[in-house]
């Protein structure tokens, strides 16, 4: 069951989370039936008009879920972008999103209105059916969230980021199944909530620079960390109580037990293809994608899967770094000068608790309860992870496994967050 039971679409609030909770006072009402005929004219000239590559476009814009192409166009301007990139902005635009579903679903639940093509056969329908509401446009209102957010981030990117607007209005409109008017009251919504983030945004401390120093001493990490990554763990937690929250036990003084499984397991392989793949993949993102898409969430059950999945990422981060540069855990490389890991190169950052594991820990704890038939798979994927960073050579197993547990309770608080 993907929500707790009562729990469904318009009975959600806002995000639930302890640090904001923003909601509109907007008022809408549909149009009357004059300037619905208006409309459907309207949208019937632009139909008749289109060429073939438009029906491509509609396809485009109008197949997945709402916020797949935008998560998409998130992560293309991230890769345009030269420099530091803001570790806030993915989990911003999705809690966006979710609020921005959340405002219009209390609207639909106020108000039914059928879609375009249902009111006129000279309207055709060019996209999926849905058995909800027409009132307000939905994949608007993530629109012009998303639009905003990553605007936000990428403001060299702006012309990009137009252009694709533009290019998901066209077909919208053109799809038959929403109204002008309709479009525009989504995209306003989406616009408005975004704008809350945004200012959240501002002060949620994920782009302050480190200005301490590493502690010098033989038995701790050392190294030249980048001016970003030791403030993770004094980002503004988006569910904990505190960075701290789950903050594991100090780890070994003594590694040599870990060192030497280490040693025995460079002995017996040269490579590992485990290893590489969650180096190299974006393991998770693609599964969250591919479930969405497996279970044919709509729109507002997808916005929630997203919105909750990349907060418990999130807050997963905040607590592995705070353990990180809390205890400023060695790395087996450095504790071993004649050790030399698989992936070759260490990410340059104290090891105990590890990252992906502690993320990994999170992320199957709340992906195993929005689709709990699948809960086997999940925490054999966080068991994989865990292990390939073990045979990478970046971690002792130690460091593995108290990531998985601290993310575990990361994912459980998260959830708690979602759903009291």
Known sequence: MLFKPGIGYGQMTSSSLKSFKFKLQERFSPVNEKLLQDEISEIAVIQRQMEKEN????????????????????????????????????????????????????????????????????????????????????????????????????????????????????????????????????????????????????????????????????????????????MKRQWKPLTLDQPNQFRPKPPPTDWSVDMEELREFNAKHQSSEIAWKWKSEPVWDRLIERKILEYNLNPFEAAFANAIFHTARYDAIIAAWDGKYHYWGIRPFQYDLSFKPILIATPNFPGYPAGHTTVAGSIAKVLSFLFPRDKSFFDGLAKECSESRFEGGVHFRTDNEVGLEVGDKVGQWVIKAFTE
């Open 55 to 230: 029906l491509w476009a509609i396809r485009y814009w109008n197949g997945a879920y709402p916020s797949y192409r935008w998560h998409q166009l998130l992560m293309q301007a991230s890769q345009n972008h030269q420099g530091h990139k803001n570790g806030g902005r993915v989990v911003v635009m999705h809690l966006a999103i979710y609020d921005a579903m959340v405002e219009v679903w209390k609207h639909k639940k106020a108000h039914f209105q059928k879609a375009a093509y249902q009111y006129d056969s000279k309207v055709k329908r060019l996209g999926p059916k849905s058995d909800y509401s027409a009132f307000i446009c939905e994949w608007s209102a993530v629109a012009g969230a998303a639009h905003r957010v990553i605007g936000h981030y990428f403001p060299a990117q702006k012309e990009l980021l137009d252009s694709q607007l533009a290019a998901f209005k066209s077909a919208r409109l053109a799809s038959g199944l929403q109204f002008p008017s309709d479009i525009e009251k989504g995209l306003e919504i989406g616009q408005k909530i975004a704008k809350k983030y945004i200012e959240y945004a501002k002060d949620d401390r994920t782009d302050r620079r480190w200005k301490g120093r590493v502690p010098k001493l033989d038995s701790l990490w050392s190294g030249n960390p980048s001016p970003w990554d030791p």
